[in-house]
């Protein structure tokens, strides 16, 4: 059965672009299903003055205006924490059409403490030196972050990420940047989202075939899911 989503929203993570190599992954593969993937990117204004809020704000609107046609969100690293807390900000109306979303090696508890992304003593070291270096994924090279990130983060994360669409989540076993451990906890308490774990680092690209058969096999279930339902 061909998939019936008309687009793909994907998300990319810190320091990422819509030229990365997942974002491709996905685009490229889903481009042979006849289904186009938007990219936005998500350094809003910029990467040195990166602000959360705002993110977070662009991205609800994109999912409103991707609307009403089916639509599947797809989130990696911390765009993957973006694409939840989008959502959770959304109104039922604005968000009826979006029917799955994936959250791939996903950042659930920024301030983790098994985690390399934001541990606590990352954001003292943040706090003390007022900016972290954030590595530039298109352009090879080191970007000072401002501490406002971490300020504005805490504002946005304020609200527990809970699953409002059917939700995959897919974590490697090896990932050291953002710890599988929050994707566990995360599937344990909200019992309704699939868990996929992969023999596989923070990039999840050691098995893009097993990657894309996961996500696309996720979308299109949740599509059937929710064509079946009867109509209100």
């Known amino acids: 059965m061909m998939l019936k ?16 190599s997942k974002a491709l992954l996905v685009a490229n593969h889903f481009a042979t299903r006849g289904i186009r993937t938007e990219i936005p990117d998500l350094a809003i204004p910029s990467l040195p003055d990166l602000s959360p809020r705002s993110i977070v704000e662009f991205v609800a609107d994109e999912i409103a205006r991707l609307g009403p046609a089916p639509l599947a969100v797809v989130g990696s690293s911390f765009g993957a924490f973006v694409a939840a807390q989008s959502l959770l900000r959304l109104p039922q109306e604005s968000r009826h059409h979006v029917q799955s979303l994936v959250l791939l090696a996903p950042v659930i508890e920024p301030w983790d403490s098994g985690s390399k992304l934001l541990s606590p003593e990352v954001e003292e070291r943040w706090r003390r030196e007022g900016s972290m270096l954030v590595e530039d994924l298109e352009r090879r090279e080191q970007v000072p972050v ?8 805490k504002e ?12 995959l989540v897919v ?13 566990e906890r995360f599937a344990k308490r ?14 999840l690209l050691g098995q893009p075939v097993m990657l894309m058969s996961l996500v696309e096999g996720f979308i299109q279930r949740s599509w059937q ?8």
């Open 5 to 20: 989503p008309s687009r793909i929203l994907y998300l990319h993570g810190l320091g990422g672009s819509p030229r990365s």
């Open 146 to 153: 401002h501490f406002r990130f971490v300020e504005e983060l």
């Open 156 to 167: 946005v994360a304020n609200m527990d990420i809970v699953p409002v669409v059917p939700t």
């Open 171 to 183: 974590h490697g076993t090896r990932d050291e940047t953002v710890s599988a451990a929050q994707s």
């Open 190 to 203: 909200n019992p309704g989202v699939e868990l996929k774990l992969l023999d596989d680092d923070h990039r």
């Open 225 to 232: 899911q929710t064509s079946a339902q009867p109509h209100k």
